[in-house]
């Protein structure tokens, strides 16, 4: 089981990226699927989760209105786009599945990408 998490980069304020989590080893309408970030000195924050067999997703707080998850079982990958990025959105990004219900809770996944960085900077 692996997961590969891509699509970050550098960014202005307000501008938009789209994250890629890619999955091998095992199909992604098995699991639920989180995302999750970790800015640099702080713990990690569950961000969106979605579960891609029935098509539920969950959101936290500071991740609703400009986030927003897909799911492309054909390609065995879930997308994390987000919107009018903000300085504060600078994090690693990371993806993980649990065979769990739909969680933000980091301890409840079992397998994690390798993470990919977004930074947000003018």
């Known amino acids: 089981v692996q997961l590969q998490a891509s699509g970050g980069g550098l960014v202005q304020p307000g501008g938009s990226l789209r994250l890629s989590c890619t999955a091998s080893g095992f199909a992604l309408d098995d699991y639920a699927i989180g995302w999750f970030r970790q800015a640099s000195g702080k713990e990690r924050e569950g961000i969106s989760c979605i579960s891609i067999g029935d098509g539920s997703t969950f959101f936290a707080d500071s991740a609703k209105g400009r986030f927003t998850m897909s799911g492309d079982n054909a390609k065995n990958t879930v997308y994390l786009q987000i919107d009018s990025l903000k300085p504060e959105d600078t994090a690693v990004y990371y993806c993980?599945?649990?065979?769990?219900?739909?969680?933000?809770?980091?301890?409840?996944?079992?397998?994690w990408g390798q993470g990919t960085q977004v930074t947000v900077s003018s």
């Open positions: 993980a599945a649990t065979s769990g219900v739909i969680s933000l809770y980091w301890e409840e996944y079992d397998y």
